[in-house]
């Protein structure tokens, strides 16, 4: 058998109800990963113990810093999830890339809303999510894509490429991102 990609992929993309509301959410781009790449998968915030479904948590500035907040609970869980994900992700060995669920206050990468302190109040919706931010500093020269990021077909090939073509080839299933 031939060697495949190695994948990270957000566990919500179809391999368990873990998402805050405990909805399924289907990607299609993720199931194709699926049937031709090796799949590790995990969610950060079932790690750090939150149930599900489960209160939102949201990302928040407090005095110039950044911190994972649940404004129903008034709870901060910034250290616990910076531990865990760096716990978690220091057992991942030779991945080849990360697809994670965008928007998320812990996933999402370049496309998070962070709020102003304990407030309602909106700064951006370009921030990161705690567990994306040690991918990025772990993982610097790994590509990260988002299924938002599908919609840049430039992104999504560069992406592909990467992830596959030190493998061979990019499976047919993805040639709508190199028409």
Known sequence: MDKRP???MSRCFGFDKCRYDAKDFFCGFAEDLKKHADIVHW???IAIGLGCPREKIRVVRIDGKDQ????????FFTEKMIG???NYLKTLKDVD????????????VKNTKLYRGKSDKLISTDASGFFAVQVMKLF???PILTE???KDKAKTKDFL??????????????????S
């Open 6 to 8: 190695l994948i990270y």
């Open 148 to 150: 938002e990021d599908l």
């Open 68 to 75: 994972l907040f649940q404004p129903e609970t008034g709870r």
């Open 161 to 178: 490429k990467k992830v596959f073509l030190k493998y061979g080839r990019i499976p047919a299933c993805f040639s709508e991102f190199f």
């Open 97 to 108: 890339g990360f697809f994670l669920k965008a928007k998320s206050p812990s996933c999402g």
């Open 84 to 86: 865990t994900s760096l």
């Open 43 to 45: 969610c950060p915030e």
């Open 140 to 142: 610097p020269n790994v």
